[in-house]
């Protein structure tokens, strides 16, 4: 599959596109439903000293997320957990094509895990406390909020948590495949010598394509971990470019 055709905006009937809006409310009611299940046990990890703390958020994560999907007609597949080798902390690198993504791909990393996460989420009535839970939290238009940021991330490696991050920063709008990466992975990977697990999601932009509003359409969704990349004596860029490829190369191979 050429990347130009991964990359070209889908086009669906009326009938296709009475479906997906129809299916999203659906999704919308079910996601809240669920959440409200969950809510309580997940805030009551709080009272668990880290990190069995985050282990059991995400483990009731992982239960509500995979419901869901099933909910939704969207079973999710996870391939490549044996790269994650018992007692070494990754960086997981994904790429981001849907809102779908970011429930996707902490509650299924395999071990304590936290992400880096934009703080207005926080800003959502109750979903809000729940976002940061498992986050680190950033205010982009703050120097001094990213530098912190970026500390509490060196914390979370230390302590013996994944750091799971989206290099594009943002939903891909590009037309390409994937968005150019942003350093800050990358850094954070040259300065602890943590290995960089690429992951690719697979279907979440078919299911929640970007350039449509209240869609969701079931979809068949992979999540691939690909072998750790050292950062070994590569310059940032030099080891970004490596995950770009790796990870771009993937998806337009196996993307259909």
């Known amino acids: 599959m050429s ?19 129809v299916w999203a409310v659906w999704a919308v009611i079910s996601f809240a439903a669920t959440f409200i299940v969950i809510f309580i046990p997940s805030m009551a990890t709080k009272l668990v000293k880290n990190p069995k703390g985050i282990w059991w958020f995400i483990l ?25 080798k018992k007692g070494t902390t990754y960086i997981v690198t994904s790429n981001h094509n849907a809102l779908l993504d970011v429930p996707l791909l902490c509650p299924f990393v395999p071990g304590p ?22 986050s680190v939290l950033v205010n982009r238009e703050s120097v001094a909020s990213r530098k912190r940021s970026f500390d509490l991330m060196k914390a979370a490696l230390k ?10 920063g943002t939903r891909n709008k590009t037309g390409n495949p994937m968005a150019k990466f942003q350093d800050g992975a990358f ?20 299911a929640c394509p970007i350039q449509y509003s209240l869609f969701f359409l079931p979809t068949r969704i992979q999540l691939h971990f690909l072998p ?10 030099a080891l970004k470019q490596k995950v770009f490829d790796t990870m771009q190369a993937f998806y337009v191979q196996h993307a259909k």
């Open 3 to 21: 990347q130009s055709s991964l990359s070209t905006p889908p086009k669906y009937g009326i009938l296709t596109l009475a479906f997906a809006r």
């Open 60 to 84: 009731i994560a992982k239960w509500w997320n995979t419901t869901w999907l099933y909910l939704v007609g969207s079973p999710l597949k996870v391939y490549g957990k044996e790269h994650f």
């Open 113 to 134: 895990n936290q992400t880096i996460a934009k703080d207005t989420f926080t800003k959502v009535p109750i979903f809000g406390w729940y976002y940061a839970r498992g």
């Open 159 to 168: 302590d013996g948590f994944h750091m799971c991050i989206f290099p594009e």
């Open 187 to 206: 850094k954070l990977s040259r300065d602890t010598k943590t290995p960089i697990i690429p992951c690719v999601i697979i279907g979440s932009a078919k």
């Open 228 to 237: 750790p990349i050292e950062p070994e004596d590569l310059t940032i860029e």
